[in-house]
């Protein structure tokens, strides 16, 4: 039996979307032709509403740029998109498992890769189909697109040529070249031999290794491995002639001969006694259970030809129990995917202006992926792909999956110091703690706003307990707080079941040493606290029977007791009840701060183009005036904490007195009362919400403003038109969101909402923490 052509395994597999491959099919193009056809658009950076804009934008402004790069090439990354953009190139020779189809089918394929490093790494990528097969003229080609790409992804072109344009290339140009094929896929499977080696207590440089991948991706998967100590002798290749041996001259080239063996064996059948690793990028089928059963204890089977694998798991799990199997597919265990490395080093290479994706930053990719498969899930991978238990290291989790949204932020901080270590890097980064802050913007929009409260929060941690102490977000918030310093967690619940969880989630959290787990009944604070509690409610009917059953049933009650008698520090609750619920018991116990006769809530809500707090979405139905004007000074105050100026606009239906029904003559009276409250506060109303986010509109109706520039702080009238918008906001909009943030209690207290992240809940932990700094 002897492999055919290799593929590259890469892409995210099929994800079974209909029950035949017809319904695949009709999805698939129903997808790509729907509204506008393709997946790709181009959209400015930069504004162009005026005439002023046009002139900066193109003539005569932009002569001033263009001299400039002219007199210095480097202000070229400053100035224009070229130090984020990438070229995904390809004659279309070789696509997926499709083979020579040519650059304009090629091209839906290219246009994917553009969306996946946009997605994935806020990269802008632009696909460009190449009809030309000859080296020589593909090479000049390319070579001649260097002043327009920072970099350039080489994608589906064939071997052997695939070798050479890349060789020639990274001679001639002075900027990223990356043949994903080839190194993307070679790094994925690196990681993937690494922690598969791990778990069966191999070493690499002992191991045998039987391939039947012949080309690009094949022959770059094995110049990696042995890269990272694979001894050559011990690789036997099979291609679609059969084995790879010393004198074979039927379709070889330099790239096979390197593994050419010494041998009378031809077909993979009779090599695969004894492999410790089979390693498949071929065809379907070509592995079969008997020749399982002939491999070494615990082999490892790589079987990645797509969309079919040289095995299939069942199979191979059947013949061998103890196998370790990945494959290119996503709806089996262990996928290998160039989608957990290529957005990333790109990402990496861009940021530091290299000149080249060496190896040093290869290894560092590779190995920061097998790091992420071994450290605990994140909140995103579970919900995104189900039952935590499964995503922990093991034979079937060795690689991240690639939704993971920390893959970004770990492999490109690595793969950024490795291109400065190894001396490729043309623009170094000074600070890496700072970059990795920046790489997190890319996944949580939330970032930039609460940068400045988390370095707060870092600077003096206080202990915050939460309410529902057994709750998985909790949980995984709670591990974050720890390692990141942010705050002790004090966890409400039965010790065993957050023991249990914290097993079962993969979490390094050890009770009494980075938290605290306090069982309400058990606590030997108990009878102090249903006291207290009775001491609060004993004259609005509450006995003191009664008052030990709600400390001993009301997790809520029981941690507000906690942080009102000193006990902590900041409280968070709201993940398993309606927000009134939780409101009333927090009142009751903590209340209103001294110089507060309401409680309100506030949000953030972070959109692509702006950034801004609303309020009051939570408590009070229809506030008064002298309540408007209360709930928005306590709200300025609160914005001051994000580092923030706080610029109000009161809305309403009415501009500047052009209605005179009760709520415009609200928020009107509202504005006296807070220009008395806060004499030097921004603000300004009654207006429309465009008006509130436009200086341009609103200087037509009133250039006289005390508001200058956009709002930031918009107080809505009543409850239902700050919680529609709000809401109507998150949807349509896209926006992330921080909060609720409570505002005017006596003590640092948030109550979230029941469908609240894990990292929405770490983002009102800071909050929480900075509030409790200043108690």
């Known amino acids: ?34 509204g506008r056809p393709g997946k790709l658009a181009t959209v400015a950076t930069k504004p162009m509403e005026t005439q002023r804009d046009l002139g900066l934008a193109y003539s005569p402004g932009v002569a001033h740029a263009c001299n400039a790069i002219a007199a210095n090439p480097e202000r070229a990354a400053q100035l224009t998109a070229r130090a984020n953009m990438v070229a995904v190139v390809t004659n279309g020779t070789a696509v997926l498992g499709l083979g020579d189809i040519g650059p304009l089918a090629a091209k839906p394929v290219m246009e994917g890769k553009a969306v996946l490093f946009k997605k994935f790494a806020g990269i802008d990528a632009f696909d460009l189909e190449v009809n030309e097969k000859d080296v020589d003229a593909l090479v000049d080609t390319i070579a001649r697109l260097e002043p327009t790409f920072g970099a350039i992804n080489l994608e589906d072109i064939a071997a052997p040529a695939c070798f050479e344009v890349e060789r020639r290339l990274r001679e001639r140009m002075k900027i990223p070249v990356f043949h994903d094929d080839q190194h993307g896929t070679a790094i994925v499977v690196g990681a993937a031999v690494l922690n598969g080696l791990h778990l069966v207590g191999k070493k690499i440089e002992d191991v045998r290794v039987v391939s039947t991948g012949g080309g690009a991706a094949g022959i770059a998967c094995l110049d990696m491995l042995v890269g990272m100590g694979l001894t050559r002798s011990n690789v036997v290749l099979v291609d679609r002639v059969g084995v790879v041996y010393d004198g074979r001259t039927e379709e070889m080239n330099p790239y096979k001969q390197a593994y050419a063996q010494k041998t009378n064996a031809r077909t993979l059948d009779e090599v695969i006694d004894g492999a410790d690793v089979f390693l498949g990028l071929s065809a379907p089928g070509l592995l079969s259970g008997d020749m399982v059963k002939r491999m070494a204890d615990s082999p490892f089977i790589l079987a990645l030809a797509n969309p079919d694998p040289e095995i299939t798991p069942e199979e191979a799990r059947a013949a061998r129990p103890d196998a370790i199997i990945a494959t290119g597919r996503s709806d089996y265990p262990n996928q290998v995917n160039n989608l957990l490395c290529f957005p990333f080093i790109f990402r990496a290479a861009l940021d530091v202006g290299a000149t080249t994706i060496n190896e040093e930053m290869q290894l560092a990719c590779l190995k920061a992926i097998a790091e ?28 991240p999956k690639p939704f993971d949204p920390r893959l970004i932020v770990e492999i490109a901080e690595a793969v950024a110091k490795a291109a400065m270590d190894s001396g490729v890097a043309t623009r170094p980064i000074a600070d890496l703690k700072a970059y990795r ?22 600077q003096q941690p206080k202990r915050v307990v939460y309410a529902e102490g057994e709750d998985e977000r909790v949980l995984r918030v709670a591990q974050v707080a720890v390692d990141e310093g942010l705050a002790r967690p004090i966890l409400i619940g039965r010790a065993g079941i957050i023991a249990e969880k914290i097993d079962r989630l993969g979490l390094r959290l050890v009770a009494g040493r980075h938290f605290d787990a306090v069982e309400a009944e058990s606590d030997s604070r108990f009878d102090a606290y249903a006291k207290s509690y009775h001491d609060l409610m004993g004259r609005h009917g509450v006995r003191p029977d009664y008052a030990g059953l709600v400390m001993r049933s009301n997790a809520t009650v029981f941690a507000a007791t906690m942080l009102s008698r000193g ?6 609750c709201g993940m398993e009840k309606p927000f009134a619920s939780h409101f009333g018991d927090v009142m009751d116990v903590i209340g209103l701060r001294a110089d507060a006769t309401i409680a309100a809530t506030m949000n953030l809500m972070i959109l692509d183009k702006s950034t801004f707090f609303l309020c009051d979405t ?26 923030i100026e706080p610029k109000v606009a009161l809305l309403s239906h009415s501009n500047f007195g052009s209605a005179d029904t009760p709520s415009a003559r609200k928020m009107r009276a509202a504005l006296e009362i807070i220009s008395h409250l806060a004499p030097n506060l921004e603000v300004d109303g009654e207006m429309h919400a465009d008006m509130a986010l436009s200086q341009m509109v609103r200087n037509k109706v009133l250039p006289d403003t005390r508001l200058k520039g956009n709002a930031n702080l918009l107080i809505m009238p009543t409850l239902d038109a700050a919680n529609i918008a709000f809401n109507l906001l998150q949807a349509v909009g896209e926006g992330r969101t921080v909060g609720p943030i409570l505002l005017g209690a006596a003590k640092p207290v948030h109550i979230v909402t029941r469908f609240i992240t894990a990292r929405g809940l770490l983002n009102v932990t800071a909050v929480s923490v900075v509030e409790a700094q200043s108690v």
């Open 1 to 34: 039996m002897t492999a055919s052509h290799s593929s590259s395994g890469k892409g995210t597999g099929p994800e079974r979307l209909g029950d035949a491959v017809g319904d695949l099919e009709a999805l698939a193009l129903e997808y790509h032709q729907r």
């Open 567 to 572: 006990d902590a520090d900041a409280m968070v």
């Open 372 to 399: 992420m498969a071994r450290a605990e899930p994140s909140d995103v991978v579970v919900a995104a792909y189900g039952d935590a238990a499964k995503l922990r290291f093991g034979p079937d989790y060795i690689l």
């Open 618 to 643: 939570q408590v009070n139905a229809d506030p008064t005036a002298e309540q408007i004007a209360e709930i928005a000074v306590m709200a300025a105050e609160k914005v001051r904490l994000f580092g």
């Open 437 to 458: 802050q920046q790489l997190e913007q890319y996944v949580f929009r939330s970032s930039l706003v609460m940068k400045p409260v988390f370095r707060k929060a870092q």
